[in-house]
């Protein structure tokens, strides 16, 4: 009996993808009766059955060759039929695509999303990011019911704007460990934004159903979007009696809060999750990619993981309309190599005074004096001293000697220039899909 190898070099690799094609190339081996399993990591098997032909004369012949027809192109016993799983993940790939910008008709190709980040991402941010074909979220307000005005901001600033959809064109974020459900669910009664995007549940799946069920009953066309961070959120997520409608996959390099530790990168993380969600036909639930997209190379690379849309919060952090401090976007522009001068640490939550966030989640942020004096033993009372005197020095308190959280994404380094969020929408749009055109004409035959 041949080993796969050995089958695989005197079968072609695309033949190798069709059972039927293998039972062909079969009669080229001379080898005995054999049955050979390719067996992928997850659940993805194909079996074939061989058997040399080349002896075999008369009816021995029919039968036998019969016998391979029927063997090899019978479903395996065992789970899938096909052996390609990046592809067909790029096939099913495209269908969620499609569905998703159904929901979303005025969003241009290839979907772009800002991502919600606390009060940084507010109406003005999220209007401008919708407005140039791109889906824009606000973020969950300092305090539950400061979405109430923000909402009632951003429908005026859709009013005049070109925008025009059955439901408010833009979506809002919400924490679920400090938000308030009651005020989330009359604020979404009240304005029927296009999505909710949903993050850090202090009681894991459970919470977020709750949330989920509640929101969808005061409106139903309001699509229910999750963050998570791994694998085994996801698969709670999709499995869960009250799924969401889109599932969006933060890599750790993700600026704000995200895994504290259970986390690795986007490139990694994404497909792997998206295999397990894509598994889940009957769902049908497109996957978005966030955590360190911050130009249309970020993008290229996330569509080519199989992304439905690219989530970007830092970036945006550096656009015109983001709701922050000079001295904050001064350094978001300044600062470079994330790996070196950024880090998760609740210390700067903590300094201002925002405790309780669940254990798993930590926030990325980059390095400043509070951290430095922290690393060399200032007890923390020094330093909540010395960081209350930095908040009210205004834009230096942000800076290398500057002391207040400074939340952002290890991408920060690519972030150059402060821009309109049209203008990067646009820039992102544009930069993916100039890339992945240029890299299939290159590698094309
Ligand atoms: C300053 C900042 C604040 C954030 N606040 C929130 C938030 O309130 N809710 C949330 O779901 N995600 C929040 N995020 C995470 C984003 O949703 C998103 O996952 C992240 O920005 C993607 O990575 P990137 O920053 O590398 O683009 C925040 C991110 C940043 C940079």
Redesign the pocket.
Known sequence: MLSPIALRRKASPRKLNNRLAVGYATWDLDSAVGTVEFTDKADVRSRFVFISLKRVKGPAFLFLSSFLWIVNSRPSPFVSTFSNRPMMATQRTAELRRMLALSYPWVKKPFVVG????I?AGPQLAVAVSAAGGLGFM??QAKPDGVLADLDKARELIEASNLRHPLLPIGV?F?VWNGDLKVATSAVEKHKPCAV?L??PKNGQAELDEWTVSLRKVSPDTKIWI?VGTLSDAIAAINSSAPPDVLVV?GS??????MAKESTGTIVLFPEVADAVNARKDLGIPVVA?????DGRGAAAAFSLGAAAV?????F?ASSEARIAKGYQDEVVRASDGAKNTLRTHLYNHLRGTFGWPDIFAPRTLINRSWIDHEAGVPFEKLQVLHDEAAKSGDAGWGPEGRLAT?????VGLVRDVKDASAIVEEVRNESRDILKALSDDHSE
């Open positions: 991502a919600p980040m606390r940084l973020g969950p974020g924490q995007w993050f850090a963050q933060q390099e993700a600026g704000g809060h995200g966030a955590g360190g997209i911050i989530a970007m919060g830092t970036r952090l939340y952002v994404g290890a991408g």
